[in-house]
């Protein structure tokens, strides 16, 4: 996730760049800042101010690791000084490239700052800010959603699953309304004006990422203290009857918090940048006319540019676009899900296997032959992510071929939202679930062993593949379709030639086939003269 978040920083600094360039292209805009010269000197200003940001931000995440001071009490919260951290990081930035504007983003005809630039990127600031409070209230420990799935465990794992799913549904509806009025107000502030909209909102991006030094901190600060949890477990101390036990576990429910944060901010960093790479796509695609375009043809062709004109949903294959786009997320979220569950029941059988045939393995005396676990769970990432790389790049452009550049249009909008959604959803869902075991194990319910801990486990063990499989893996699967929409969109809008666009056609959607087959082709061995796997169909 650590590379995501970098990922999607690069991303979005590229795409502020191309935009303040492109900015040229805009004849309000030329005309605003004091003709062709003016415009130009300031352009170039609107390029190098994304970098400005970018350096700003590396300092301010320094500053904030430096303040982050825990204490060494057994029943403090370690979310409070990471929480410290983090806000430091923020308004150190918001000092930095407030500075930066006042003194270097002046405009060309009045010579005074102008603050709109500021803004957008404070915009993207709050938004982290927003982010990291809801992701915090709803994985915290000691907040009601996991105390209340935690508690659910007293009927059973159904209920309890039941609580979960409920509670990261909620949150992902939060988060999208956090973004969608962040990127409201971004719009908002530059006044409708097409081109320094586009380049507001990568500076929404840019903002809601400037602290990036300090949000891989906390990245990295949930697997260290998971791993150090699980090393102070096989230490063989009692965790209820050693301070220090207590403590790791601590840091390791706060460490669930931290994972499930640096991601939902990976997911809104990768939505932003999607939706500013989104204008490139409309320029390259030409999904656009001015007035003056629109005068110059008659009445006739007037009507047939409007029709390719724009995303409409109204015309029915755009809204295909747009369905096909909302399924494929969860397409791939399926791919991933199951191949999580098709290798882990390969490594228990196998785990299952060394128990029988190695003689003294469960006393203790032999040692396990690890190695051929690892080999089951590398072959089988390597065999499972096949399917959904193939269907992140082949599907749109099968719909760019096959019903044109608007409903690719529509399709990018489809899945950008569905990713979202599922992606917040997946990741809070799993850390609540995660912290709720944890929880319990701690003392709460009656700790390890009891009927609400079994069921926690059970919900943990269905939440793993959310929070750290289908759910990260959504963060590049938009970025790609997006960049593939992007390449193709000046070979899609040519007239080409029906064998030419047959041909493509045939090949992307064979390769569709070929994911889906991959990926539905189970790899446990299923026995049906055994009278447990009765009437069970071979796929």
Request: with cysteine.
């Amino acid at each position: 996730m650590a590379a995501d978040v970098f990922e999607s920083y690069e991303v979005t600094l590229v795409a502020a760049i191309i935009l303040g360039a492109a900015t040229l292209l805009d004849p309000a805009f030329v005309a605003r800042y004091g003709g062709a010269v003016g415009a130009g000197a300031f352009a170039l200003k609107l390029i190098i101010f994304p970098l400005l940001v970018r350096a700003i931000g590396v300092f301010a995440s320094m500053i904030g690791t430096w303040v982050v001071r825990g204490r060494d009490e057994e029943r403090s919260d370690p979310m409070r000084p990471i929480n410290v951290g983090f806000y430091t990081a923020a308004i150190a930035s918001v000092i930095g490239f407030g500075l930066v504007n006042v003194f270097y983003l002046r405009d060309p005809a009045t010579g005074a700052p102008d603050f709109r630039f500021f803004f957008a990127t404070l915009t993207g600031i709050l938004l982290a800010l927003v982010i990291a409070w809801l992701t915090e209230q709803f994985t915290h420990p000691d907040r009601g959603p996991v105390t209340e799935i935690a508690y659910a465990t007293k009927t059973g794992a159904a209920t309890m699953l039941l609580t979960g799913l409920g509670t990261g549904l909620e949150s992902s509806v939060w988060a999208i309304l956090a973004i969608a009025v962040t990127l409201g107000a971004s719009y908002a502030i530059f006044g409708g004006s097409v081109a320094l909209a586009a380049y507001g909102i990568a500076l929404t991006g840019l903002g809601l990422l400037t602290t990036t030094g300090y949000i891989l901190a906390m990245d990295t600060f949930g697997p260290i203290v998971d791993n150090a949890n699980g090393i102070f477990e096989m230490s063989g101390v009692e965790r209820g009857t050693s301070q220090a036990g207590r403590i790791v576990a601590r840091l390791d429910q706060i460490g669930n918090t931290t994972k499930a944060l640096t991601k939902g901010f990976a997911i809104a960093t990768a939505v932003i940048a999607a939706i500013a790479l989104f204008r490139s796509f409309i320029d390259e695609a030409r999904l656009f006319a001015t007035v003056q375009e629109l005068a110059s043809t008659g009445a006739q062709q007037a009507g047939a540019m409007l029709s390719r004109i724009g995303i409409q949903v109204n015309l029915p294959l755009v809204f295909i676009g747009l369905l096909l786009g909302g399924a494929v997320p969860f397409l791939i979220s399926a791919f991933l899900i199951r191949a999580v569950g098709r290798s882990a029941f390969l490594v228990v059988e196998e785990v299952r296997r060394q128990f029988r045939e190695i003689p003294g393995l469960l006393e203790g005396r032999a040692r396990p032959d690890y190695s051929r676990c690892v080999d089951i769970v590398t072959r089988a990432a390597q065999r499972e992510l096949l399917g959904p790389g193939i269907i992140a790049i082949s599907v749109p452009i099968l719909v760019g071929f096959a019903l044109g550049a608007a409903p690719l249009g529509a399709y990018l909008a489809g899945a950008i939202l569905t990713a979202q959604l599922l992606a917040v959803f997946m990741a809070n869902t799993g850390g609540a679930w995660d912290n709720a075991k944890k929880k319990i194990e701690d003392g709460y319910l009656g700790g390890k062993g009891t009927d609400a801990h079994k069921a926690a486990v059970i919900g943990d063990t269905v939440g793993d593949p959310l929070k750290d499989t289908a759910g990260p893996a959504l963060n590049p699967v938009i970025k790609v379709m997006n960049l593939v929409a992007i390449l193709i969109a000046p070979v899609v809008i040519r007239p080409l030639p029906d064998a030419v666009r047959f041909s493509v056609i045939g090949v992307a959607l064979a390769l569709v086939v070929t994911a889906v087959t991959i990926s539905r082709r189970t790899t446990i061995p299923v026995d049906a003269a055994l009278p447990e796997t009765a009437g069970v169909v071979k796929r």
